[in-house]
């Protein structure tokens, strides 16, 4: 199947192309940005080596659904979407961590606790939980924004400050906003019959110095989600939880040997696992948007992308 994993174009006053895990973004005239959501498949900070049909244009129309039911409480970067794979907003400036909230132990809090480490990011994590349980408050653990592919790294609120990555004034804002977002967010999952266990937020500042929420939201990529029936009764009874996330990935390549870590060789994804994946993502989009997915015409994806966008530029 056809599957969109780097670009190449040429848009009418490009400046530069930035290449991230997922999506490539081209800078228009130091005024807007063209994010296209690839196909492209990321687990433990690295990519993978083959696409994932369909993926991109679940991340992408995710991210906007909720861009739109969260732009009452927090403005975000979003101007348009004219191609279900391409958003295109203001060009920002982002802030140099990413804002990853927890509401649950669970993932690499999980994995820390696992450990013996009853802090994260300077956050305490009570004694006696266990994997998937819910903590008393959603704790804050910002994650330094890796630059060059490295990994992302956990870092506390005090060392954000202290070492002037981000100001105090923009950090509250940042944290405010988070919150608000991720109460918002349990809120739509929980209506769905989901619970938003984490999830991660990117901010940035506008030209005129206006703090918004840039690139993803809510995605299975940034986020993860259980289904809420059954949670407490799979709790009680030390069983793994049913989610949705790209969890089942990570966990599929830890099985096979491979966490990302210097001298492991990722393991090889048939044409069968990689349609099953595909299957996965369209099943979360089902889920956390409640609403059918309708699959964009692949048949030349490059070509549909540099029309749509072109349209856009062009009016």
């Avoid at 005090?158 to 919150?179: M, P």
């Avoid at 967010?185 to 619970?195: H, K």
């Amino acid at each position: 199947m056809n599957t969109i994993t780097t670009t190449h174009f040429q848009f009418p006053g490009q400046k530069s192309i930035y290449r991230g895990k997922v999506r490539e973004v081209y800078n228009i005239d130091d005024n807007l940005l063209v994010m296209i959501a690839t196909d492209r498949l990321s687990a433990f900070d690295v990519v993978l080596p083959k696409g994932i049909p369909y993926k991109g244009q679940i991340l992408n129309q995710i991210a906007t659904k909720f861009m739109e039911l969260t732009s009452d409480i927090v403005p975000n970067w979003l101007i348009a979407t004219p191609d279900p794979n391409v958003a295109i907003g203001y060009l920002c400036e982002p802030f140099k961590v990413e804002m990853v909230i927890r509401g649950y132990l669970s993932g690499h809090a999980a994995r820390e606790y696992a450990l013996g480490k009853r802090t994260i990011c300077g956050m305490t994590m009570l004694e006696g939980l266990k994997e998937n349980d819910k903590f008393p408050t959603p704790l804050i653990t910002p994650t330094t924004k890796a630059d060059n592919g490295s990994h992302d790294e956990d870092i506390s609120r005090e060392a954000i400050l202290s070492k002037g990555i981000v100001a105090e004034e923009d950090y509250i804002v940042l944290e405010k906003y988070t919150r608000d977002l991720y109460q918002r967010g349990t809120e739509i999952a929980a209506s769905r019959g989901l619970i938003l266990v984490d999830t991660k937020y990117e901010f940035g500042k506008t030209k005129e110095g206006k703090i918004v929420l840039i690139d993803e939201i809510h995605t299975p990529d940034s986020s993860r989600y259980f289904y809420a029936k059954g949670y407490q009764e799979r709790q009680d009874n030390n069983e793994e939880q049913k989610q949705l996330s790209k969890e089942f990935v990570r966990r599929w390549l830890i099985e096979n040997g491979f966490q990302g870590k210097e001298g492991q060789k990722i393991p090889n994804m048939t044409d069968e696992y990689i349609g099953m994946v595909s299957e996965r993502y369209i099943e979360l989009y089902e889920n956390i948007l409640g609403e059918k997915f309708v699959k964009a015409d692949v048949s030349n994806i490059y070509e549909r992308i540099e029309r749509n966008v072109l349209a856009f530029l062009n009016k």
